[in-house]
C-alpha cells in the first residue's frame, strides 16, 4: 500500500494532483501542529480537545488550499456549490477525527511519546484515508 503510494507520487497519472493534495496537507500539518502546541502549553487545554479544535480549523484550510490548487479541474466555484464541497469535506475528514485521535491516545498515553510528536504521527497515518476519500467524493 505504501509502496503504491509513493510510487503514485512519482509516475502515476495522478502524481501532480497527489503531489498537490500532500503539499498541501504538509502546510496543514504545520499549521494544525502549531495550534495544538499553542492550545496546549500556552492556553491550557487537554492536548485532546486541544487536537480536535486544531483539526478542525486545519479541515477548513485544507479545503480551502485543495479546493483552489489540488482539485483545480474539479473545482467547486458556486456558492452552494462550493459549500456543499466544504460539508462533503467534513464528512470525510470528520471520520478521519476518530482515528487520528485514537492513534494520538494511543501513542501518547500507552507508548509515552510526546503529544506532538504523536500527533506528527496521526497525522501521516489517517492522510491517505483522506486523500482516497477526498479525491472521489469530495472532488469526484
Known sequence: MIQRFLRNLISSPIAPQLRR????????????MMLLWVFVDKIGLYYLIGGLIAIEITIVLSYVLNNLWTFRA???????????GLLKTNVVRGTAI????????????LGSIPYLLGNAVAIALSGIYRYVLDARWTWG
Open 74 to 84: 474539479s473545482r467547486n466555484t458556486g456558492t452552494r456549490e462550493y459549500f456543499v
Open 21 to 32: 493534495f500532500v503539499a498541501v496537507g504538509i502546510i496543514a500539518a504545520g499549521v494544525q
Open 98 to 109: 476518530p482515528i487520528q485521535l485514537a492513534i494520538l491516545l494511543l501513542l501518547v498515553e
